[in-house]
């Protein structure tokens, strides 16, 4: 049966949604709003990056994600008629889901609406937030029905997860910090023919002063990006492109012979990088656009904001069940997505102004760059994790500093995203830790075995319905395998956070952390 709504998601693009889904787990009855009467349906974002599919992957979409898209294998840059680099994706990132995937962002938002809908949710369109107020115990809202009727309602939390312009931002008066830069760029969703371009393979191509950007998504279409020429844009202001105009940047700039046809979404752009003062006002959030906005080479916005609702999702779950302590919670949510959001911004804008770089010298200093990155392995692997979000590590916030933060560092730390690990189940058949992760918090127990039963899962079990606990004794991992990965050489214990994030972490005796962890985020009326 539906519950109440206790939160209302203004905004059912993959923030809201991917939010809307991880509320459902828990039971929460949610509202979620969006102002057009149908999906805009456009392809946007196309990369999925292996963090945001173990988040998926979690909310029981991952098969869809799977089925419906194109693996994406590398990335290649080109100058003129010759290849200059390529750097493979997937290989050696360390997580359950590690090769990224191109889909169309309109195919990810009707996966996340189809599963929401199935789950006994609504997704109410032609609804658009046009006022909040905050009370003490609620936030009034006003919402506008596509009929013109007005309603005002109360309503318990708000999430204003409603993009780059987000109304619920503009009503809490939150600064949107940053600049709009003045370049424009072009996007076509077009057929390619004639240029022998692997299909799984983003292509960077540059010549002649200037850069194409190709993403294949369908068998024969492409999305091209390219800046528009300074005099172009003069006489064209921010006008759409025309098949023409995509057709000569094409032939001056991209792999030679590629021949464009079949035009679909033709569009301009400017970039804004801008970053939200805060992100919470009281019983009022923001996420994904609302919050931030960037370039979009590097493929990371989508990916951002769906993180963002993994990390607050759980969160105000809990809160709203009447676990742990409220500010904790609430607070950490920005104290830990906003400096991602800052990285963000920061690598897209170094990506976007490396790559179509029109100054001679800037170009000749990134030509010989991208030629050594084509020998250098490591550069590579360093590149190719730092997109797909799997190092990202929470520093700061009162979350993290619950955990006992210094213990351990890099991979396996706290504040970092959990590892895959296998062991011996009782019949010697391979046990996953991932396909275990579950709304709950994980406790990890690597245990000697020589005690009736280890402290840290003594202190858990009071918990259960809202901490399982592994054991994963010696015969179960004879090598140590699983607890060296968790960079543990005697017995310990690691808790994972139902975002897949390590929560604290400790030798076996030293239970202190968990203990304070458990009782300010878990416990029922935790003070
Ligand atoms: C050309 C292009 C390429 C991109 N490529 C990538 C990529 O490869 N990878 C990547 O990760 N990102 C990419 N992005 C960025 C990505 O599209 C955005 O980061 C993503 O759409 C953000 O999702 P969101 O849910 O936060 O906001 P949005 O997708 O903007 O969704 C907001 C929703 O809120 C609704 N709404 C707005 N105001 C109201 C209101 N007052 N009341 C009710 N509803 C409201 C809107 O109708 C909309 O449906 C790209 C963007 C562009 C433009």
Redesign the pocket.
């Known amino acids: 049966m539906e519950q109440p709504a206790r939160v209302l998601i203004?905004?059912?693009?993959?923030?809201?949604?991917t939010l809307a889904l991880t509320l459902q787990r828990y039971g929460i009855g949610v509202r979620l709003?969006?102002?057009?009467e149908q999906?805009?349906g456009?392809?946007?974002?196309?990369?999925?990056?292996p963090a945001?599919l173990e988040v998926l992957s979690s909310l029981g979409v991952g098969a869809e994600f799977e089925r419906a898209s194109v693996p994406l294998r590398q990335v290649t840059f080109g100058d003129g008629a010759q290849r200059l680099a390529r750097i493979s994706m997937g290989d050696g990132i360390d997580s359950a889901y590690p090769q990224p995937i191109l889909l169309p962002?309109s195919q990810t938002?009707a996966i996340l609406a189809e599963r929401f809908v199935k789950l006994g949710g609504t997704v109410e369109r032609g609804?658009?937030?046009?006022g909040l107020t905050e009370e003490e115990d609620a936030v009034q809202v006003t919402?506008r029905h596509a009929d013109g009727r007005t309603e005002t309602s109360h309503i318990a939390w708000v999430v204003g997860?409603?993009?780059?312009?987000?109304?619920?931002r503009h009503a809490l008066d939150i600064p949107f910090d940053g600049y709009t830069e003045t370049e424009s760029y072009l996007?076509g969703d077009v057929r390619i023919d004639n240029a022998e371009l692997d299909e799984h393979s983003i292509h960077i191509w540059w010549h002649d002063g200037g850069t194409v950007a190709l993403?294949p998504f369908r068998q024969g279409v492409w999305?091209v990006?390219v800046r528009r020429r300074d005099d172009v844009a003069e006489q064209r202001g921010e006008e759409p492109p025309t098949l023409e105009e995509l057709q000569q940047n094409m032939t001056r700039h991209g792999p030679p012979g590629a021949q464009l046809s079949e035009p679909g979404w033709l569009?301009t752009?400017r970039i804004n990088e801008r970053l939200a003062v805060r992100y919470r006002s009281g019983r009022v959030f923001i996420?994904?656009?609302?919050a931030h906005?960037h370039s979009?080479a590097?493929?990371?916005?989508?990916?951002?904001?769906?993180q963002?609702a993994a990390n607050l999702g759980w969160k105000l779950a809990y809160v709203i069940h009447g676990r742990g302590h409220a500010e904790t919670l609430l607070d950490s949510y920005e104290a830990e997505r906003r400096p991602v959001a800052r990285d963000v911004i920061t690598n897209a804008a170094r990506l976007l102004h490396v790559g179509m770089a029109s100054h001679a010298l800037a170009r000749l200093v990134r030509d010989a760059a991208v030629r050594v990155l084509d020998s250098m392995p490591a550069l590579q692997h360093k590149l190719r994790t730092e997109m797909s979000e799997t190092d990202i590590t929470y520093r700061s916030g009162p979350l993290v500093a619950l955990g006992g933060s210094a213990s351990h560092r890099g991979r396996g730390g706290v504040g970092t995203r959990a590892l895959e690990i296998a062991w011996l189940g009782d019949a010697d058949d391979e046990r996953r830790l991932w396909p275990l992760l579950n709304d709950r918090h994980t406790l990890l127990v690597f245990s000697d075995g020589d005690r009736e039963q280890a402290p840290a899962a003594a202190r858990a079990a009071p918990h259960a319905a809202a901490v399982q606990t592994i054991v994963i004794g010696m015969a179960a991992d004879p090598q140590g395998d699983a607890r060296r990965r968790y960079g543990l050489d005697a017995a310990g214990w690691v808790l994972i956070r139902p975002d897949m994030v390590i929560a604290a972490r400790g030798a076996e005796d030293d239970v202190a952390v968990l203990e304070r962890y458990l009782q300010t985020v878990i416990a029922r009326n935790a003070v």
């Open positions: 203004v905004g059912a693009g993959p923030t809201g949604l709003i969006d102002r057009l999906p805009a456009l392809s946007k974002a196309l990369a999925v990056w945001s962002q938002e609804v658009e937030l046009t919402l997860a409603d993009g780059a312009r987000s109304a619920v996007l993403f999305r990006i569009s752009f996420a994904g656009d609302a906005i979009p590097g493929g990371q916005g989508m990916n951002t904001g769906i963002d």
